[in-house]
């Protein structure tokens, strides 16, 4: 059974950083390329980044690119998701996501964490 | 990048009804690359259909989608109790993959 569970969000001031971690059991994590998303409170969906199962790509959204990197330690079965010069509208909860095919990158989600909070507040 | 208009935006029904919802994107989607989510309040999305008519596994047969191109639908034949949520699509034709901004299924 698949499973995913971050951790790492918390409470920030405007111009912090935060790094957000998703623990993966359950499937062959390092076969698998892998998504973050996020949700403002009381919004919709916004897909943020993918990595590729080897980390040999990763891609962005507009909304973030230059500001976060994504990484994964597959020995450990951890993905993470590096913050930077948060605003307040980086406040959301962050989802990492499962593809449903290995590479992925243009792919639904079969797998979703419960999500960390992530808020930017001064 | 593709934009996917949700309506309506709330859909006020009683349980046993059947729910409509449409999911219309910007640019035609190639090889019916469309998925479509359920979320609760609190709660992660669970995936209900992919490749536009697909049901993903454990969904019962009363979530059903179907269209092509331009146009989708999600229908639910029979609202339970546990069916009052957002629903959101998601188009995988094109990156970045985009969302809907969701359609809210409330209790009439």
């Known amino acids: 059974q698949v499973q995913l569970v971050e951790s790492g969000g918390g409470v920030v001031q405007p111009g912090g950083s935060l790094r957000l971690s998703c623990s993966a059991s359950?499937?062959?994590?390092?076969?698998?390329?892998m998504h973050w998303v996020r949700q403002a409170p009381g919004k919709g969906l916004e897909w943020v980044g993918f990595?590729?199962?080897?980390?040999?790509?990763?891609y962005y959204a507009d909304s973030v690119k230059g500001r976060i990197s994504i990484s994964r330690d597959n020995a450990k079965n951890t993905l993470s998701l590096q913050i930077n010069s948060l605003r307040p509208d980086d406040t959301a909860v962050y989802y990492c996501a499962k593809p449903s095919q290995k590479y992925g990158y243009r792919d639904y989600f079969d797998s979703w964490g419960q999500g960390t909070l992530v808020a930017v507040s001064a | 990048e593709i934009v996917l208009t949700q309506s309506p935006g709330t859909l006020s029904l009683s349980p046993g009804e059947r729910a409509t919802l449409s999911c219309r994107a910007s640019?035609?989607?190639?090889?019916?690359?469309l998925a479509w989510y359920q979320q609760k309040p609190g709660q992660a999305p669970r995936l209900l259909i992919y490749?536009?008519?697909n049901r993903a596994t454990g969904i019962p047969d009363r979530f059903s989608g179907s269209g092509s191109g331009t146009d989708f639908t999600l229908t639910i034949s029979g609202l339970g109790p546990e069916d009052f949520a957002v629903y959101y699509c998601q188009q995988y034709a094109y990156s970045p993959g985009t969302f809907g901004q969701g359609t809210k299924v409330e209790i009439k």
């Open positions: 359950g499937f062959s994590f390092s076969s698998f390329g």
């Open positions: 490749g536009a008519v």
């Open positions: 640019q035609r989607l190639s090889d019916t690359s």
């Open positions: 990595i590729r199962f080897d980390a040999s790509n990763k």
